[in-house]
């Protein structure tokens, strides 16, 4: 009885492991939904080489950039995804200072073939998975969401190591209340280097919400749009200033057509503790109290 119920278990175990594989190996069949990219990154004295790896159709459009600067293009370079899925980069190198390298697959500032429009969807529509982000869609009439898949690898200037390998974007789960029209922001950590102030935070506002955060001035700000999961982070410029707060604030005028049609276009749906009226609009306005170490 005991070696029937030990092989009983063995082969469960075996089964287990199968359809584990076979899931694995769903996720990555050249062509699935649910985008994979990734791949090398080799650093030289002038080019930065990217061997990438994907699961995109072949004939797919990638474009490779190198940021400096935040987000100023330093090099870029457009390829074709092959046969296997593979495509190779060779871009020129910033030498100085810390950068950002960034592949992209897209169908807003990239031309696309008609069968990969077709297979995912106008706008990127039907790409899912944690390298898929919302991009601009300003169409009032045509509210859709057009999406696209990035990876990034930030290369810095005090790095020993030429070699790198992207990695995948780790999300955390959205707020259970996320798109609520009472909208939150709350700040988790405030750093700074005596240059910038780093913000780093969380928010059940839309995904690509435009949010902006200043610390004195309005003068001295930094804007960036709500991630995925949430999550934002903001870099201000930094200035000692005795018992002043850091306000973060948000106004759907101006923003993507959704994020119109979810908080109304003077922001008329909006309610809770965090609306601030002016005439016949309304904003969120967060003050965050902050004391320097």
């Keep these: 009885m005991k070696q029937k119920m030990k092989k009983n278990k063995t082969g469960f175990v075996f089964i287990f492991i199968c359809c584990l594989l076979a899931i694995v190996g769903c996720s990555k069949k050249q062509g699935d939904l649910n985008v994979q990219l990734g791949g090398k990154v080799q650093e030289t004295d002038d080019q930065i080489i990217i061997d990438g790896e994907s699961n995109l159709l072949s004939g797919s459009r990638v474009n490779g950039v190198v940021f400096v600067n935040g987000d100023e293009v330093f090099s870029e370079s457009t390829e074709l995804v092959g046969e296997d899925g593979t495509f190779h980069m060779e871009l020129e190198h910033h030498r100085y200072g810390d950068a950002e390298v960034a592949i992209t697959f897209d169908f807003l500032d990239s031309v696309q073939e008609e069968e990969i429009i077709e297979h995912y969807g106008e706008g990127g529509g039907k790409l899912e998975g944690p390298y898929v982000y919302l991009v601009e869609h300003w169409d009032t009439s045509d509210p859709k969401e057009n999406k696209k898949a990035e990876v990034r690898l930030p290369l810095a200037f005090d790095d020993e190591s030429t070699t790198h390998t992207f990695e995948e974007p780790s999300w955390e789960e959205r707020p259970d209340d996320y798109g609520d029209p009472r909208v939150w922001i709350e700040v988790d950590e405030i750093t700074d280097d005596s240059e910038y102030f780093y913000v780093t935070g969380h928010?059940?506002?839309?995904?690509?919400?435009?949010?902006?955060?200043?610390?004195?001035?309005?003068?001295?700000?930094?804007?960036?749009?709500?991630?995925?999961?949430?999550?934002?982070?903001?870099?201000?410029?930094?200035?000692?200033?005795?018992?002043?707060?850091?306000?973060?604030?948000?106004?759907?005028?101006?923003?993507?057509?959704?994020?119109?049609?979810?908080?109304?276009?003077?922001?008329?749906?909006?309610?809770?503790?965090?609306?601030?009226?002016?005439?016949?609009?309304?904003?969120?306005?967060?003050?965050?109290?902050?004391?320097?170490?």
């Design 203 to 293: 928010t059940n506002l839309l995904e690509g919400s435009e949010i902006k955060g200043y610390y004195e001035s309005v003068f001295r700000d930094d804007k960036t749009r709500v991630k995925p999961d949430g999550t934002f982070a903001l870099k201000i410029e930094y200035h000692y200033a005795e018992n002043e707060p850091f306000f973060i604030t948000f106004n759907p005028s101006g923003q993507w057509s959704t994020i119109k049609e979810a908080y109304g276009e003077k922001g008329e749906k909006l309610v809770g503790a965090l609306v601030e009226t002016s005439g016949s609009s309304q904003r969120i306005v967060s003050e965050i109290e902050y004391e320097h170490k």
